[in-house]
């Protein structure tokens, strides 16, 4: 594939998630599944996951990130500042779009019904993504033998996952800023080689 037809794939994929990934920087997950399955050069699942727990740890949206990233490891300084860009553009040029005609609008039944249709579905796709991660972080599914389920299992980051989840929604630990649970699990990580 030339450079300048590797250039404007990169360019399409990501505004294609920009335009279509409705709900967020998690709602773009599917849609860099999908293009690391289309694209394998340009990352891996694992890649992915990784790119996912870096982002969660740093300033910055999952698909923002996730972009800068390919497109640096695409086309360097210039791939990275295009594939940014190219996601960022159907955002911008939507909610330019809508705040023209929002005040006009808002109390419209219909779009109110379109916006309740839509919240469903956005938490649908993050789920979708969700699981994605689940299964590349704490599950081995690719050659899955139920005579061997708990070889495919991995306990240290499932029991990782559990105390988080557990601190994350317990009342006393709830309060405590994501950064020091993803500062320890980082520790942990090392300490248990993950």
């Known amino acids: 594939m030339s450079t300048i037809v590797t250039v404007l794939t990169l360019c399409y ?3 294609k998630t920009g335009l279509l990934a409705v709900g967020g920087g998690l709602a773009t997950i599917p849609f860099l599944s999908a293009m ?4 394998p050069d340009w990352f891996s ?8 727990a870096v982002a969660e740890s740093t300033p910055g949206p999952v698909g923002i990130n996730m972009a800068t990233y390919v497109g640096f490891r695409v086309f360097g300084v210039p791939g990275a500042v295009l594939a940014t860009i190219s996601l960022v553009l159907p955002s911008l040029i939507v909610i330019v779009t809508i705040a023209k005609v929002m005040d006009k609008y808002m109390s419209n039944k219909y779009l109110q019904w ?6 469903p579905a956005v ?3 993050i789920a979708a993504a969700g699981w994605s991660v689940v299964e590349v972080t704490l599950l081995d599914l ?5 005579s061997r389920f708990w070889e495919s299992l991995n306990i240290p980051a499932i029991v990782i996952f559990a105390v988080v989840l557990f601190l994350a929604m317990f009342k006393k630990t709830k309060k ?19």
């Open 123 to 125: 938490t649908g796709l």
């Open 36 to 39: 690391s399955a289309a694209h």
């Open 176 to 194: 405590l800023h994501p950064i020091v649970l993803i500062g320890g699990c980082a520790v942990l990580g090392i300490l248990l080689k993950l």
């Open 114 to 119: 379109a916006f309740g249709g839509l919240r």
């Open 13 to 15: 994929e990501f505004f």
């Open 142 to 146: 690719t050659s899955f033998d139920i």
């Open 45 to 52: 699942q694992a890649q992915l996951a990784d790119m996912i």
